[in-house]
């Protein structure tokens, strides 16, 4: 069984910036794709950014030429720089991956989720 573990999180100022970094416990065969999800109180939650599994990577229009995602194949490791942090980015940030059901992703899949971590940006 597959853990997703997030850290990285904690209060900045507006303006300033986080790293936010996704570990998994336990061995991941395979993805169809991984991302950050947000979600601020009382707000459903939203995509931030994703990886296809295609490699083709896409942004939230409210992170575009702020935040950058990453990852590390070798092993398992999605990250989330994120600069010039507003106060609206104040939230529980999400780690995901997207994973075979069973051989292909076309089959069906299943979605992992962290434990999320906080990020304050205070004014």
């Known amino acids: 069984q597959v853990q997703l573990v997030e850290s990285g999180g904690g209060s900045v100022q507006a303006g300033g910036s986080l790293k936010l970094s996704c570990e998994s416990r336990g061995y991941l065969r395979s993805s169809c794709g991984m991302g950050w999800y947000r979600q601020a109180p009382g707000k459903e939650r939203e995509l931030v950014s994703r990886i296809g599994g295609d490699g083709i990577v896409r942004y939230a229009d409210f992170v575009k030429d702020r935040f950058t995602i990453s990852q590390d194949n070798a092993k398992f490791g999605l990250y989330l720089q994120m600069n010039s942090l507003q106060t609206e980015d104040t939230a529980v940030y999400y780690c995901?991956?997207?994973?075979?059901?069973?051989?292909?992703?076309?089959?069906?899949?299943?979605?992992?989720w962290g434990q999320g971590t906080q990020v304050t940006v205070s004014s």
């Open positions: 995901t991956v997207r994973t075979p059901r069973f051989k292909f992703c076309s089959e069906g899949t299943v979605d992992l």
